[in-house]
């Protein structure tokens, strides 16, 4: 038996409500540019919306001009998707709480997530947005994931709660010592200050 092995997100595909509440939603609110629309090939009475995120992946949209918006929250039981989250870089996240306000957007407020910060908002189909940031850069040729795998490790072998910025530096010096050689025979901490 071998595994059917998945190298990222193709893309995600939503059900809308109708095309300008995607289009205002998606570009308007998120800038996500809007860059491919033709119909639901399932569905003839449907369009097929397509938006880049930003990393040049798509997130699709069905509309159909007979849907509304409904703006309470959509269902949250098992199997059906609790939320959808975006990266924004620390620029756009200093900015995050003003622009959701300015345009009357309900919020959770910024959100201390250890590793990264996040804050929450509905689209206006009560889908659950985040918006999140990480709070590191990984390494030249690493990614955020084997700077969590490695800070995931250390936090267990502490004992902690939760990861922390301790465990995300830690974790980082770690992968540039595997990763990066050094012509010093011994590349431990040192004390140049003579302290």
């Not at 206006?124 to 709070?135: F, M, N, Q, T, W």
């Not at 590191?136 to 795998?149: K, L, N, Q, R, S």
Request: with cysteine; charged share 25%.
């Amino acid at each position: 038996m071998r595994k059917l092995q998945v190298q990222g997100v193709h893309h995600i595909t939503l059900t809308g409500a109708d095309r300008q509440t995607s289009i205002d939603f998606w570009e308007g609110i998120l800038g996500m540019p809007f860059i491919f629309d033709q119909p639901n090939l399932d569905d003839a009475d449907e369009g097929h919306l397509y938006f880049d995120p930003g990393d040049g992946r798509l997130i699709t949209i069905f509309t159909s001009e007979k849907r509304k918006p409904v703006h309470g929250r959509t269902p949250t039981d098992p199997g059906c998707v609790h939320h959808i989250a975006f990266n924004v870089s620390k620029a756009v996240w200093s900015q995050v709480v003003t622009r959701l306000d300015e345009r009357g957007i309900k919020h959770s407020g910024p959100k201390d997530r250890g590793f990264m910060d996040s804050i929450y908002f509905k689209d206006p189909l009560g889908l659950l947005i985040e918006l999140a940031c990480y709070r590191f850069e990984p390494p030249a040729g690493c990614t955020h994931a084997d700077v969590m795998i490695e800070a995931h490790r250390m936090r267990v072998a502490r004992g902690d709660y939760s990861i922390a910025e301790i465990h995300l530096a830690d974790a980082i010096e770690l992968l540039v010592s595997r990763r990066q050689q050094t012509l010093s025979e011994d590349r431990s901490a040192k004390d140049p200050y003579g302290g």
